[in-house]
Structures are given as C-alpha cells and as structure tokens.
C-alpha cells in the first residue's frame, strides 16, 4: 500500500513537470466525447488487465515480483477518480512510463497508436459514468482544479 500511495504521488506529481504535456494537453473529455462506444471500446482494450466490471487486478496496491504495481480498479473503490480529466487522458494515450518516476515500471501500454483521441474521450467518459453521483463530483473539482492551474 505504501508502494502504491508513493507510485500515485510521484505519478501526479511527474506529470506536473512536463512541459509537453502542458503545450498539448489533448481533449477535454466531456467537451470532446462524439463516440458512444466508450463501454465497447473499455471492454474490448482495457477489461483484460482492468477487468470487464472495472475491478482492477487483485492486490491492486501490492507491487507484482517485477516491480510493477496491478491494474488498478477504475471504479469508485481505485484511484482514477483522484487524478483529473487531463492526466487520465494523457495516461491512456501515452502510457503509464510517460509519467511514471524515474525507476518505476509500468505496464500501462500507450493507446496513441490504437485509439483517436474521441475513442480515448469516449472510453474515460464511460469509465466516469460509473461512479457514484458523489465521486463523479469530486473528480470534477479536481479536474476543474487542474484547468485552473495549468492555465496559469
């Protein structure tokens, strides 16, 4: 658990620093879904390592023997709800290594090559749409938050 709580931290906070991610920030999700097959687009290129009831890997949090941490559950009882729209997009489309720290492994595959930034959208905007009222809320303050500074 405190592998994973150090892997968060330092995931959001790496993403923070790069200055390409700020000059192409990619779609605002809710603004850019145009695809209605986010739960097919889920099933069929995240649900083998996410689960197809969004249930992550089991011991999510523990580290595998190669370092690496599961996937995690994208639903309310994982962490996705605590990163914001931006960070979540940059993720699916460039993998997880591409905010990862130094050191970190990760098995989270770049979807630039497979999905459009509209099937992206789409996917995370499913993903979202099964969170309970109060969490979707949250999630998009701190999305909200995230716009608010990275504008400045």
Known sequence: ???GSYFIFHY???FDQQDSVD???GLSINSAVTDSNGAALYLQNCASCH???LEGEVNWR???ADGSLPAPPHNQDGHTWHHPDRLLFHITKFG???VAPKGFKSNMPAFQDVLSDNEISAT???IKSTWPKDIRQRQKHI???DAESSRQ
């Open 12 to 14: 959001s906070k790496s």
């Open 124 to 126: 995370l905007e499913f």
């Open 143 to 145: 999305t909200d938050k």
């Open 23 to 25: 000059s192409n920030p």
């Open 62 to 64: 523990s580290p595998k």
């Open 51 to 53: 689960g197809a009831n």
């Open 1 to 3: 658990m405190i592998a």
């Open 96 to 98: 997880g290594s591409s």
